[in-house]
């Protein structure tokens, strides 16, 4: 089955998992654009960082399709805040700064508003007539201003770095950020710790962001993934498209979307590398394309998917027990008729 399973593997990988020869060349064009709207923007107010920190599958090298999105943080320069947590299980938060000798609420709608202002008045000098350049606001609550630049959208997303700084709380590590990884030795967890827990808005409030840390473990750490790269690229593609929401639901019409979260298969991704930590674990894509299904298969068993960088969050508490079924045939079926499957 190993030898088909590879076959198969390869055949899907050099089939559906595109790679732009111009990818890097794009991308530089990109970042080199944002730059200098951002240095624009800082140029006009202080508030918002002269610079953007990269995030998401293509910061990572996860990316399973040719470049057509990038996601950037751009970080908010505030000296003295409140950072305080509104729920017990840390997943929003509220942000207070001190304006005029009080406290009042960090205004994000506001915040959103005035950056939208900045990027069309650099649009009007600089990209007036140019039609590959589009900035398009959503609602004053949405987490992200979006842009297009030459056909690529762009979401920026505001975020306070290292949030915690203005708060007296610890976060809650789990064990294998504490000493007890197989993956990570003791100096790399110690790093993804002082790297700080960022935030970014989500309507009125704001929540942790591990965008940050995710670009480190995976685009650094590791950045020469070989086979355990191009099986998750393979299993993020699967993801996509064909396990996806509608296949639970009878009849459904609507936009067709993974029902793995981006974040819950990069803590796949780290879970799978915890329990096979040895190069030896990954010297075949097909071994490292069921390392991967053998941990998803686990977590169905066990109904329980742990967050990576918080203690006893489980991320799949609310899934229903008809899901872990359907979920678990699709794995069933991939290991036993993969001709069919990978397709």
Known sequence: MSGALEEHLREYYGKYVKKDPGEVDKKNTIQSVLKKLLEFIHSRDELFAD??????????????????ELDVLVPLRKDKLQVIPVDSNLNIFTIDEYV????????????????????????EIYYKDDLQFK???????????????????????LCIESALWFSNM??????????????????????VKGMGIDMTCQGIHWRPSFSRIDAFLLGKIDSKGGNCKKAFKIFKSLNSYDWTVDQLCEGYLGKSRPFLGSFMMKFLYFHTR??????????????????????????????????????????????????????????????????????
């Open 100 to 123: 005029g000798g009080s406290w009042r609420c960090l205004s994000h709608d506001e915040t959103i508003s005035k950056l939208f202002e900045l990027v069309n008045e650099y649009k």
């Open 51 to 68: 610079y953007f920190i990269q995030v998401g599958s293509i910061a990572d090298g996860t990316k399973a399709e040719s470049v057509d």
């Open 274 to 343: 915890e329990k096979y930590p040895e190069p030896q674990h990954w010297d075949s894509l097909a071994k490292s394309f069921c390392n991967f299904l053998d941990v998803l298969k686990h977590c169905c068993n066990e109904k329980r998917l742990d967050h990576y960088y918080q203690a006893n969050v489980n991320l799949f508490e609310r899934v229903a027990d008809k899901t872990y079924l359907w979920l678990q045939e699709k794995i069933r079926n991939v290991l036993e008729d993969p001709e069919t499957e990978l397709v």
């Open 135 to 157: 900035v398009r606001k959503k609602k004053i609550t949405a987490a992200a201003l979006c842009l297009t630049i030459d056909w690529i959208k762009i979401d920026i997303v």
């Open 170 to 191: 610890k976060w809650p590590y789990p064990s294998w950020l504490n000493g007890q990884s197989k993956w990570l030795n003791h100096e790399q967890q110690e790093y």
